[in-house]
Structures are given as structure tokens and as C-alpha cells.
């Protein structure tokens, strides 16, 4: 019981104890047992105002002094609490800076900015890394680890290397600047090269089989059909086709066959509309496209190799690519 607490005189402030003790219990009960989560006002920095419900008469909420320009962005500006956690002297929430909400979208009157427009020229960074020596390496491995050299299987890697060199002669990022120019002529002497090594191997592959068939006394078996396009209705295109015939063919017969299959590959002819040899034109007709253009590269050519004549040979084609003796190497394939 005790002697009753007597009455406070209007005006007089509480006492700190009796003030902390009423802020820390009103804080507490309005927790109800939760685990008191980290604000922005925590770490220094100020809250945005936050949706609350209209003040009741035993909280107490003190005047923010709150930035005209944010009237209309949380929509009624409520009062805010006077949580302070002891950041703020009297309680009060500081003014906010105005700089720190303007949500303006940057414009181009700032210093420094510079808008992007379609009418920018491409250069090699907007195109992307050249992946050239890339396909290169990736292509030089699998030449090199080709399973076997039987033929039709050896096409495959074959055709496949034939479309990387096409894909270095046509590249539009490679010619942009000296160092990526000169990797891609080497790259693609490396490449001619090396296809024609390989099917130099797959000839001779097939000379050894032809003298295992001669020895043995065998045929090689085939499967042939007639490509005529008035009667391709006629084809189903399943292994018991109509149109197909399944011969035994003696070793001269596949071994010329065979050759003249591989030839078209090489000089054209054949099913390959890009054959080795219309690769190599190709890369010629670059290469003197490339010389005949004053203000491709001109200034390093003159550096690397003095004047613009010393960088071809006698009939202008290009000494790097080096096409005479990639054809002669291709002229020593033997087909007979």
C-alpha cells in the first residue's frame, strides 16, 4: 500500500530515471518478446519515414523537421517516433539532407558525361573478344588427334578445319589492329598446312589398304545411290532405300573412288561448296585487298617491313601468307 505518489505540477519535467525507465519500458512492451532487429538510425544513418498508424495517447512523437521536397513521396507525412537510441540530443530527428533523396535521373550537363549514340563507330571492343587464335589452337589439337584416318570417317575433322579457316578469313575484328592482323595470316598458313599434312596421311592410308586388299584378296563393301534431283521422290533416306545398291568393290575400283571423293574436298568438284583450294583464292584476294588499300595498317607495315612493296613477292601476292608454297604442297598430293 504506502502513502499515495504525489501529483506531478504541470510544467515540470520528469526526472532522468523516471524518463529512461518510461522510454525503455514503452520500447519493451512494444517489442512483445521480439528480438530487436538493427535500423538505419543503428549505424548512424537516418530512416526514411515509415507507414504507422495514427498516434494514440500514450506515445509520444516529436517534430521532424522533414525536407520539403519528400511532401507527396510517402504520401501524409506522419510524425515520427522519438527513438533516438541516443544519436540525437532532446530527442529530435535531424533535418534530412536534400541531396541524399534527389532521385533525379544523371543528365548529360554533368562534367564528364558522354551519352551514347548509334552513329559511334564500332571498334574491337564493342564487337567482343576475336576468338581466331582460339579456333586455331582448338583446331590444330584435333588435326593432331585425329582417331583415324580411314576414309569417310577423316572427313569429319577435315571439313571441320576447312570451316575454321574460313572463319579467320572473314573475321571483321582481326584486321582492326596490327597484332591481331599479323596472328591471323600465321594462323592460317598453320592451318593450310596442317590439313593438307593430314590428308597427305589419309592418302597414304589408303595406298596401305589397297595393298592389304590386294594381299588378301578382298573387296571393300558400298553402299551407292543416284543423286539425280528428278528422282529424289523416289529416295526414302532409311538404310533399305529403293535407290541405293550395296556393291562389292575391288581395290582399284575403291581406291579410285575414293581418291576422287577426297580431290573434290581439296580442288573442288565435289559435295563441298568451300573445297581447300577456293579457301586459299580467298585468302588471296584478301591479302591483296588489304596491300592495295593505302590506309589499311599502312603506318605499321611501313614500320615492320619498310615500304609497301617489300611485303610482296614478285607477282603481288603476300610474302606472310605465303600461298606459293602452300599450293605446291597441294599440287604434291598424289591422286593417281
Known amino acids: 500500500m504506502g502513502r499515495p505518489r504525489k501529483r506531478r505540477r ?20 512494444s517489442l512483445n518478446g521480439f528480438t530487436t532487429q538493427p535500423t538505419f538510425s543503428s549505424f548512424g544513418l537516418v530512416s526514411p519515414p515509415e507507414f504507422v498508424d495514427p498516434p494514440s495517447g500514450n506515445e509520444v512523437y516529436a517534430q ?6 519528400l511532401v507527396g513521396i510517402y504520401g501524409p507525412s506522419p510524425p515520427m517516433t522519438s527513438l533516438d537510441f541516443g544519436h540525437t540530443p532532446h530527442g529530435q530527428t535531424p533535418p534530412i539532407d536534400p541531396s541524399l533523396w534527389d532521385t ?3 543528365t548529360g550537363t554533368q562534367t564528364g558525361y558522354q551519352p551514347a549514340t548509334h552513329s559511334t563507330p564500332p571498334s574491337q571492343a564493342s564487337m567482343g573478344p576475336c576468338t581466331c587464335l582460339s579456333l586455331t589452337y582448338l583446331t590444330l589439337t584435333d588435326l593432331q588427334t585425329v582417331p583415324t584416318f580411314s576414309f569417310p570417317q577423316v572427313i569429319i575433322p577435315l571439313r ?3 570451316t575454321t579457316v574460313s572463319s579467320l578469313i572473314n573475321c571483321p575484328i582481326c584486321p582492326l589492329d596490327p597484332f ?7 594462323s592460317l598458313v598453320s592451318l593450310f598446312k596442317a590439313i593438307i599434312e593430314r590428308f597427305s596421311k589419309v592418302l597414304q592410308e589408303i595406298g596401305l589398304e589397297y595393298d ?4 588378301s584378296g578382298g573387296k571393300k563393301p558400298y553402299r551407292i545411290g543416284d543423286n539425280n534431283p528428278h528422282l529424289a521422290h523416289l529416295h526414302t533416306g532409311t538404310l533399305d532405300c529403293p535407290m541405293g545398291f550395296n556393291i562389292d568393290l575391288e581395290p582399284d575400283a575403291w ?4 581418291k576422287m571423293a577426297l580431290k573434290g ?3 573442288g568438284g565435289g559435295s563441298n561448296p568451300t573445297p581447300l583450294k577456293t579457301l586459299l583464292e580467298q585468302a588471296e584476294a584478301r591479302q591483296r585487298k588489304w596491300h592495295s588499300d593505302t590506309g589499311f595498317l599502312r603506318e605499321e607495315r611501313r614500320r615492320m617491313w619498310g615500304s609497301q612493296d617489300e611485303c610482296e613477292g614478285e607477282h603481288g601476292e603476300c610474302r606472310s601468307l605465303g600461298s606459293g608454297h602452300i599450293k605446291r604442297a597441294m599440287e604434291a598430293l598424289d591422286w593417281s
Open 160 to 162: 571441320k578445319a576447312m
Open 10 to 29: 504541470e510544467g515540470e519535467a520528469d526526472a532522468p530515471a523516471e524518463r529512461a525507465s518510461t522510454t525503455q519500458t514503452g520500447h519493451d512492451s
Open 64 to 69: 521532424a523537421q522533414l525536407d520539403p521536397s
Open 255 to 258: 581406291k579410285s573412288l575414293v
Open 265 to 267: 574436298e581439296v580442288q
Open 212 to 215: 592389304r586388299l590386294v594381299t
Open 104 to 106: 533525379q535521373v544523371t
Open 180 to 186: 591481331s592482323a599479323i596472328q591471323n595470316v600465321s
